[in-house]
């Protein structure tokens, strides 16, 4: 799929390093408010409507995990690459596969509440297989509203559990997320984890029940060249629950690895 036919958020002057944010399955660029309004002042922040989803087009057919991965790399040759990609989630799984395949273009990691995809056990495939026959027999509003609060922890507040719902709702259809929901079934990372060259930073929440540390943690530990952070008081979404300590992690990265002033 053509970059030009994907949606993005944008904030930060273009000259400036790219950061480039790539949404969860259930989610949409909205869920990067807070780093586009956070970290603009030292960094170009670019974040997609990954294809299918929101304002982006439909792909004509399944993309598959390297068709995301190459979709993001036009992006980023777009904007004049190379770029510092943050993966939430499915995101990350897509930013690690981007960073095996195009490793010019991926100058360093982000890698927040996210696995080495559903494919390393299945039972999780199977399930991840199912959740397009549940979107299209509940609809994207029940749906939403059944998946969005396991997301943030139990002390999350209602607004942003009503934000994350509401993002959610407005961002799903068929087929896109058919088509990442296969793509995440297939996905086993793995093996290609170790020949991964970019500095990465590893995010989990601490109250992550979807993902959490035991996926989060295996992706640091087989990367060559890591740090791994727990974000205290964060579910799954940890980068809209404690988008301070998030940001502040973001900008500790970014200067130690491109010597972005923080």
């Known amino acids: 799929m053509s970059a030009a036919a994907v949606h993005t958020r944008e904030a930060g002057a273009p000259d400036a390093p790219l950061l480039l944010c790539l949404h969860g399955i259930g989610s949409s660029s909205a869920a990067f408010a807070p780093q586009l309004a956070g970290l603009a002042d030292r960094v170009h922040v670019v974040a997609w409507d990954a294809p299918g989803y929101a304002d982006s087009a439909d792909p004509d057919r399944a993309p598959g995990l390297d068709g995301y991965a190459d979709t993001a790399a036009d992006l ?13 989630s499915w995101g990350g799984v897509i930013a690690l596969r981007l960073a ?3 490793p010019d273009l991926v100058a360093s990691l982000i890698v927040a509440d996210s696995s080495r995809g559903s494919g390393t056990d ?9 959740r ?3 979107l299209a027999a509940q609809g994207p509003e029940a749906f939403a509203a059944a998946r969005g609060p396991r997301l943030v922890s139990a002390a999350a507040p209602p607004a942003l559990v009503e934000r994350v719902v509401a993002t959610m709702a407005g961002s799903l259809r068929s087929p896109g997320y058919g088509y990442a929901a296969a793509s995440m079934a297939e996905a086993d990372l793995t093996g290609e984890l ?13 109250q ?5 540390p035991d996926e989060s943690q ?4 087989a990367l060559p060249t890591s740090v791994y952070v727990t974000l205290s008081g964060a579910g799954h979404l940890a980068n ?9 992690w973001v900008r500790a990265h970014l200067h130690v690895v491109a010597r972005v002033p923080v």
């Open 122 to 130: 299945p039972d999780r495939a199977k399930a991840m297989r199912g």
């Open 132 to 134: 397009a026959g549940q």
């Open 100 to 102: 095996a395949r195009h």
């Open 76 to 88: 980023i040759r777009e904007h004049g690459g190379p770029a510092h990609v943050l993966g939430v």
């Open 208 to 212: 992550d029940t979807v993902t959490g």
């Open 240 to 248: 809209q629950e404690r988008p301070e300590a998030f940001n502040a």
């Open 218 to 221: 295996p992706i640091a530990g």
């Open 194 to 206: 170790p020949a991964i060259a970019a500095p990465a930073l590893v995010l989990c929440g601490e």
